[in-house]
Nanobody, 115 residues
Framework: QVQLVESGGGLVEAGGSLRLSCAAS????????IGWFRQAPGKEREFVAR????????SYADSVKGRFTISRDNAKNTVYLQMNSLKPEDTAVYYC????????WGQGTQVTVSS
């Protein structure tokens, strides 16, 4: 069992930066790849980024590639999403997820980017 709590969201102007954190509890956190997803109003949830259990491999949605960076610190049971050059279209609730088939989800953190 893994519990996930996102934080770090907020309101930022276009071109600005935010760093989201996903703090996990549970002894098996370091066994899992972690994904970040987002859901904008009226849209389906979409994949943003993923990092392997070791942190050695990561992947990104084309829409955020080159602007977002995912990282993890297994000693702190935390995964980060550094978001730079934010755009209004990045506005969404951001979720982290873990476990087989992303069984475990956090409650989400709101990111709003003003133009």
């Amino acid at each position: 069992q893994v519990q996930l709590v996102e934080s770090g969201g907020g309101l930022v102007e276009a071109g600005g930066s935010l760093r989201l954190s996903c703090a996990a509890s549970g002894r098996t956190f370091s066994n899992y790849a972690i994904g970040w997803f987002r859901q904008a109003p009226g849209k389906e949830r979409e994949f943003v980024a993923r990092i392997s259990w070791s942190g050695g491999t990561s992947s990104y949605a084309d829409s955020v590639k080159g602007r977002f960076t995912i990282s993890r610190d297994n000693a702190k049971n935390t995964v980060y999403l550094q978001m730079n050059s934010l755009k209004p279209e990045d506005t969404a609730v951001y979720y982290c997820a873990a476990g087989p088939a992303y069984r475990y989800w956090g409650q989400g953190t709101q990111v709003t980017v003003s133009s």
